[in-house]
């Protein structure tokens, strides 16, 4: 057992040692549907990610029409074309180098970013072919989690699991459908559960698709600026 521990770490340590230059744009489909209550919401966007930048641009198409402009600064922008209207938002949820497309052009496949939050690799060990990690939480998350789980399978992160500080589940996310675009492997359908306190849950399911990268992304929502003449709103 301890021999399998120590080949663990050192796999996990080959996953951060390789690091192919991420490639410098990336745009993509995006699907999501939320099951809740019995209820499904479906939202269609289409992100359009300057990597090298850290600006990220989603253009939502359903169930209505707006644009989010977020950058690595946590500084967002919510512009609705139809009224000509902007509101301004900044919260460190809207950083894009806290998003999964950032931890996987990134190369952060070994920890999906919990390293940067301060998550301190506990343990590693086998399962199944599984490589699984516990990870502890750095003091700002203290009153959130108790720990996280991530699992690997063939060098590639299936699923994430997260645990209050009582132990209990409250989130699980799931990568597969696994892709490469060129250097980069990207989960094209994401599931994602966040368990509720009265003991009901929340589904998203996401979908990618139309995926271009580097200088097969060109589109002229990159190049996009809000109007000088929006009216700022609450």
Known sequence: MFTKRIAAV?????LLAFSPAPPSRISLSMETKILKKGQVVTIKAEVYYLFDQGKMITRYLTPSEYLFISNNKGEASVYYPASNQVAMKQA????????MLYYFLADKLNDLGLKDLGFKLTDTRFEEGLIISTWEPATAFNDVYSKVELVHENDLPIYIAYFNVKGKLIQKIYYYNYEFHQDLALPHKVLEYQYLQDGDSIMN???YSNVKTGSDA?????????????RIIK
């Not at 050192?10 to 080959?14: G, T």
């Not at 460190?92 to 998003?99: G, N, R």
């Open 10 to 14: 050192f796999i996990l340590i080959a």
């Open 92 to 99: 460190m949820e809207y950083d894009t180098e806290k998003t």
């Open 205 to 207: 399911r996401i979908a």
């Open 218 to 230: 060109q589109n002229e929502i990159f190049n996009f600026k809000i109007p000088a003449n929006a």
